[in-house]
Each structure stands twice: as structure tokens, then as C-alpha cells.
């Protein structure tokens, strides 16, 4: 059987992760610590985890509506009017999917047609790019600057703009720099967006990471809800990541298009998760406000720690990742990782994994235990001595 000509050319093409490289290879070394996973090392909130059993206890295990749970649709759209002041109606602007990654890949899909281009400023996730490739789109990068702390300016975004955009990915807070976009800075970019046929995937998983302040959703600026679809989840807000419950909010003719594609691709999210979740949009911001406290003070910690190695590091905002500089080592982003991975054990994450203005940088995840970082730290010193 001739493969090559079996499979699809188009998904031959995309490159795999560049974030499982490095994971594959330490999962089979002993005495590996890392600080590469995007993961919270938190447990789920015992309230949540409770009510997921309960649910299964009960027998309550059949499928729910496409779209989700109504109840855990209302509950979706309660919070985020109280925590983010947006405003959605559950029946239609609403739905539930399998983590925040099918409802990214269900909105380009509805969105973009063949030859169609999708805006990606960068570094980013590394998910984007194939998934608009795999459609047919044509991702359109825009490389953000560490002088600008890896925001979006309004003058990037225009250099970039053709009558062929179809789709701007906002993804905020960032991953992998920790970046986040303030008011002021998502107006600048509402005024050219209100101006053009162009829509707005904002991917807020991190939202309730956000420090300094409250996060703010593009879809709050005036002109701005129409044109934009918001993802969101709870793997990160409430340690949910196994869970694998997302949802997305926007248009009611947007989300019509894709549930369908749910629909057909999906049929609904798993139920014991949806029941769990309705549990933790009730009653779980207390814990939400113990996590982002906990990731706040390690944030500073490691910011300091690195600063102080001399890998310059600029202090995010948002999120549970860093993003220094290593061009001081001159080497490149793949052979720091890959030395210090073989030498002294520490997985780390090159910055070209998410995107070529990620060379110079690596991505390193404060979501573990100071013991567990400051290891890290003191293994990556004396790295730095051998070279």
C-alpha cells in the first residue's frame, strides 16, 4: 500500500508539534524535571470532582443537547457577564464543546473558505497555523516584539490587512509569552477592525490568569461582539484540563454554523464533565482567586529567578508562562533546549515551536511547585557555567 498517495496531502504537509518533540524524548529519560507542560499542577476543586461523581452515581450519563446542557449554557453565560461583562443568550449565542481546541478549529472552520487568510499574530499557540492550513486557509503571521511585551499594535495589524482577510486570531492572555492586551490597546485594534469585513477569534482560556488588573474581552469594545466569536474553557480556570470542556460565545448565526459541524463531527461534550462545570460556574471563584494568587507569586518568583541568570525576561501579565531571552547563550532556541535537556535534565520549550519570532526565546511554565522551580533554576545555572 503506497501511503503517500493514500493520505491527504494537505494534512501530510502540516508539521507536527514542536512542543512534543522535546516531551517525547524527556518522558523517556529518568530524572527529567520540566517546566514545559501548560498544565495547572493543581488538583480539580473537590466541589467539581464531587459533582462529577454524583452525575455518574445517579446515572445521569446520556447524551445532552449539541449545544450543551441549557443549564450549563445559562450558567456560561452568567459568568461571563459577572466576571467579564459580556452578554449572551444561551439558546442561541452559546455552546459547549470538547475543550477549548474544537471550538478554535469549529470557528475557523465556519468561517474560512479555501485561499481565505487568517491573521495569526506571533509567537502564539501552536495550534492555529495547522488548524487554517488543514481547511485550506492561508495563515498570515504577524510577529509581535518583546519591546512591546508581545502586543498587538495597531500598525502591525495594518501592514498585514488585504481584501483576502477573513479571520484575526486574538490570543490573549498569550501563550507562550504571557502577554496580555488592555483596553487602550484592544480599542487601537477595534478601529481597524470595525472598518472591514473581518472577524475576531478571541481565545481568552487564560482570562482568568490575568494580573495587574482585569482582564478585558475584545468583544466589549464597542462595535466589537458582532464580529467576534470568544473561546474559552476550563482547563485552566478551575484545573480542568482532563475534563476536556470548553465553550464558545458569539454571533447567533455564527455558532448556528458551527454546532452544526459539532453536530456531525462531535454530537455533544461529554455530560459528566458539562455537570461538573455547572458546579464550578457556580460556586468556584473563590478558587479561582487561590490559584491565580498562588500562579502570581510564582510568576514573580521565576521572573526574578531568571532575570537574575541573566536570560533577560520581561514580566508577563497573564497566563502561567515566561518567555526569556536566550541570545546571550548564542545558541539557537532548538540547541538550548536540546543541551540543556541532555545535560542537565530540564525540558524546557524553544520558541520557534510557536512561530519564527519565537527564535532566541524559550517558553518556560511556572504551573508547578516552587520546590519543582527552583530545582529547575539551579540545574539551568549550572548549565549556563558550561558554556
Same mark, same amino acid.
Given at each position: ?216 474581552? *475584545?468583544? /466589549?469594545?464597542?462595535?466589537?461582539? &458582532? ?6 474553557? #476550563? %482547563?485552566?480556570?478551575? +484545573? ?85 531571552? *536566550?541570545? /546571550?547563550?548564542?545558541?539557537?532556541? &532548538? ?6 535537556? #541532555? %545535560?542537565?535534565?530540564? +525540558? ?40
Amino acid at each position: 500500500m503506497d501511503y503517500q498517495t493514500i493520505l491527504s496531502k494537505r494534512v501530510q504537509q502540516v508539521k507536527p508539534s514542536g512542543i512534543r518533540k522535546f516531551f517525547d524524548i524527556a518522558n523517556e529519560m529518568e530524572g527529567v524535571i520540566s517546566l514545559g507542560v501548560g498544565e495547572p499542577d493543581f488538583k480539580t476543586p473537590f466541589a467539581i470532582r464531587a459533582e462529577g461523581i454524583r452525575t455518574l452515581e445517579r446515572g445521569k450519563t446520556w447524551y445532552s443537547a449539541n449545544a450543551g446542557l441549557m443549564e450549563l449554557r445559562t450558567e456560561i453565560c452568567r459568568y461571563l457577564e459577572r466576571r467579564f461583562g459580556l452578554s449572551y443568550e444561551p439558546k442561541s449565542d452559546v455552546f459547549v464543546t470538547v475543550g477549548g481546541s474544537e471550538a478554535i478549529d469549529l470557528c475557523l472552520r465556519a468561517l474560512v473558505d479555501p485561499g481565505e487568510e487568517v491573521l495569526i499574530p506571533e509567537p502564539s499557540f501552536v495550534c492555529y497555523t495547522p488548524l487554517v492550513e488543514m481547511i485550506g486557509g492561508v495563515p498570515v503571521p504577524i510577529e509581535t516584539k518583546a519591546e512591546n511585551q508581545f502586543r498587538l499594535t495597531k500598525e502591525e495589524l495594518l501592514e498585514k490587512v488585504t481584501d483576502k482577510t477573513k479571520v484575526l486570531v486574538l490570543p490573549y492572555p498569550n501563550n507562550p509569552t504571557g502577554g496580555v492586551m488592555r483596553k487602550e490597546h484592544l480599542e487601537e485594534i477595534a478601529e481597524v477592525l470595525r472598518e472591514r469585513n473581518i472577524m475576531v477569534l478571541s481565545d481568552e482560556i487564560y482570562a482568568e490568569l490575568t494580573y495587574n488588573g482585569k482582564h478585558v474581552s *475584545i468583544a /466589549s469594545i464597542e462595535g466589537m461582539k &458582532e464580529r467576534t466569536v470568544v473561546v474559552n474553557g #476550563f %482547563s485552566k480556570a478551575y +484545573a480542568m484540563t482532563g475534563w476536556r470542556l470548553g465553550y464558545a460565545a458569539g454571533p447567533a448565526p455564527v455558532i448556528k454554523q458551527m454546532v452544526k459541524i459539532h453536530q456531525f463531527a462531535i454530537m455533544c461534550a461529554p455530560t459528566t464533565s458539562q455537570y461538573a462545570a455547572v458546579e464550578a460556574l457556580r460556586n468556584g471563584d473563590e478558587s479561582i482567586e487561590k490559584m491565580a494568587t498562588e500562579y502570581n507569586m510564582r510568576r514573580r518568583l521565576i521572573v526574578n529567578e531568571f532575570n537574575r541568570l541573566g536570560l533577560p525576561t520581561f514580566e508577563p501579565e497573564g497566563a502561567f508562562y515566561i518567555f526569556p531571552c *536566550i541570545k /546571550s547563550t548564542g545558541l539557537t532556541s &532548538e540547541e538550548f533546549c536540546e543541551k540543556l535537556l #541532555f %545535560s542537565q535534565k530540564v +525540558a524546557v520549550v524553544p520558541g520557534t515551536a510557536f512561530g519564527n519570532s519565537g527564535e532566541g526565546f524559550i517558553r518556560v511554565s511556572y504551573s508547578y511547585s516552587v520546590n519543582h522551580i527552583l530545582e529547575a533554576v539551579e540545574r539551568i545555572r549550572k548549565f549556563l557555567e558550561t558554556l
